[in-house]
């Protein structure tokens, strides 16, 4: 009865913290007159003091330091420190630029064909054997991106941005062992320059201080949403097991295709194909988790 009350609990943090994606991924909206480099600034500005506050109150600190530690000892570690940044960064970006340039279709592509990338790269990075569900999960996205590439003759940048740099991303954190919210917290604290001279250069928030705290209002509700999000998916993964938090995935790409559904975008008759293939696959994979689950409970 625990077991299930707590899967109940990581469930709901989880879906919580990817309506809360979602939800930000639309704030842009009332953003329109930031653009997209002053609004990423502003997230990673706001947002790190609050995940700083959220990491010491559930007692995460001690994997900050030992991140400091290794930067102390190990001679190049630093050099990954700042290619994490680097690629969190762009996507960090990118989420909060993509819906008001009108490629939050293309972001949620990119977000539904990660999976499947992920998968290769488990295959080919690290050796993983692929089981007849992912085999058949990646022959029906490469039957969606050859649709789409022979629509256009290539993936949408912001798609590709997204489904091939979190794979890399990913694969850095798991191969310098730092997959944890520590290495959020570094990754956030490295591109605090960044994001400061993006606010300072752009300065739109910073001019219109003196007239109006509306903005100010509206540019704290983003850093406010966004780390609400990274606290809610932090506190669902230790009540999940990998299996259902891989399920879960699934649930942020969905509601970000709403989001850009209601800001206006649509998808073309040609196009279709592709995102049909894509979710077939994103189907496969589900019933993979869910037939996984289903194993482990007659266990």
């Not at 329109?32 to 506050?53: A, C, H, Q, S, V």
């Amino acid at each position: 009865m625990q077991t299930r009350t707590n899967t109940t609990v990581g469930v709901t943090l989880n879906v919580i913290a990817s309506a809360l994606f979602a939800l930000m991924f639309a704030y842009t909206s009332l953003l329109k007159d930031l653009e997209g480099l002053e609004i990423y600034g502003w997230r990673i500005f706001l947002t790190f003091p609050l995940l700083t506050l959220f990491i010491l109150i559930q007692g995460y600190w001690p994997q900050v330091v030992i991140i400091y530690q290794r930067l102390r000892n190990e001679r190049h570690f630093w050099l990954t420190r700042l290619a994490s940044s680097f690629l969190v960064g762009i996507q960090l970006w990118l989420f909060m630029w993509a819906p008001g340039n009108g490629y939050g279709l293309a972001v949620s592509l990119g977000y539904f064909i990660m999976p499947i990338t992920m998968v290769v790269v488990g295959r080919f990075a690290f050796k993983d054997k692929m089981s007849r569900f992912q085999q058949l999960a990646c022959l029906f996205a490469v039957v969606g991106v050859a649709n789409q590439l022979a629509i256009s003759q290539t993936l949408s940048w912001p798609t590709l941005v997204v489904c091939l740099g979190y794979p890399v991303y990913f694969w850095l954190r798991y191969k310098t062992d730092t997959n944890n919210i520590g290495c959020i917290w570094f990754d956030m604290m490295l591109s605090l320059p960044v994001s400061l001279y993006f606010i300072f250069h752009s300065g739109h928030v910073l001019s219109e201080l003196p007239m109006s705290f509306d903005l100010l209002w509206v540019v704290a509700g983003l850093g406010i949403i966004s780390a609400l999000a990274l606290a809610f998916q932090s506190l669902s993964a230790p009540h999940l097991n990998l299996s259902l938090f891989g399920l879960l995935v699934y649930v942020e790409p969905v509601l970000l295709l709403v989001v850009a559904y209601l800001l206006g975008e649509t998808i073309s008759p040609k196009e279709w194909p592709t995102y049909i293939a894509i979710w077939l696959a994103v189907v496969v994979l589900m019933l993979e988790g869910a037939r996984s689950l289903k194993r482990a409970k007659h266990k």
